[in-house]
């Protein structure tokens, strides 16, 4: 089994900037894809961005975040990263973090850490 625990979450104003950390802990496929979801009040779960490693590392983003989070990953520490500047009230949400195992699909959610963007 994997464990994922997120933080890094808080409240900042609009135009600022947070960096979420998700560390990974357990049954870690060698092959696997981690990503982060948000969920707004009376919304529902949503897709931010994912990183697969690989032969080429793949990023994906949603619209709504191109341009203004960046994904990332060190292996080292099994964490993923998320940074996220240029944030605006409509990125208020918990965010979590997943990590999905290639091999058995078998997808994993970290219990969440709350953004509010708020002056």
């Known amino acids: 089994q994997v464990q994922l625990v997120e933080s890094g979450g808080g409240l900042v104003q609009p135009g600022g900037s947070l960096r979420l950390s998700c560390v990974a802990s357990?049954?870690?496929?060698?092959?696997?894809?981690m990503g982060w979801y948000r969920q707004a009040p009376g919304k529902e779960r949503e897709f931010v961005a994912s990183?697969?490693?690989?032969?080429?590392?793949?990023?994906q983003y949603a619209d709504s975040v191109k341009g203004r989070f960046t994904i990332s990953r060190d292996d080292a520490k099994n964490t993923v990263y998320l940074q996220m500047n240029s944030l605006t009230p409509e990125d208020t949400a918990v965010y979590y973090c997943?990590?999905?195992?290639?091999?058995?699909?078998?997808?994993?959610w970290g219990q969440g850490t709350q953004v509010t963007v708020s002056s």
């Open positions: 990183i697969t490693s690989g032969l080429r590392t793949n990023y």
């Open positions: 997943n990590h999905k195992n290639l091999f058995t699909a078998t997808l994993t």
């Open positions: 357990g049954s870690i496929s060698s092959r696997n894809s």
